[in-house]
């Protein structure tokens, strides 16, 4: 299967330190959401205003992070977002961000997104735009059943 990948850049700002003056743990589930918003832009049809255009939204269902080493004020973090293909109604991705002067890898993770219809109810299909999102970018890496 094709890998799907975007790299983005954020500088850390004083409002994501905490006490300790290093990124709030909570500062990483942010810095996730730009990823995935840099790769919405990066492979279009899959972003956020691609969603909303359908009606359609994705909630974080399942978010797990693991720290390794600080991010600091000013620092510049490398975020690196991945498409984790899944059979489905779901979108994951997989992330792990470095601190760019000297490439320490500061935390990795996964999220995991499900459909919800306008009407705020669970999708147990693959939305259209999506399916052509996966045909477009995946092409024949998904099966012909995968596609019906």
Known sequence: MKELKDICH???KFSE????RRAWHGSYVTYFEDGRESFGRHFPGIGYADMQACGIYAPIYDIHIKYFAPLEINDMAEIHTYYDYKPGARLDYSYEI?????HVLCASGST???FI????DLMLDKPDYYRDWQEKYLGESIS???RK
Do not use: A, F, N, T
């Not at 219809?117 to 705020?120: E, F, H």
């Open 112 to 114: 995991v997104q499900l």
């Open 17 to 20: 330190i905490d006490s300790m």
């Open 98 to 102: 470095y601190r760019e002067s000297d």
């Open 144 to 146: 012909r059943d995968e």
């Open 10 to 12: 954020i500088r850390v």
């Open 117 to 120: 219809d306008p009407q705020g």
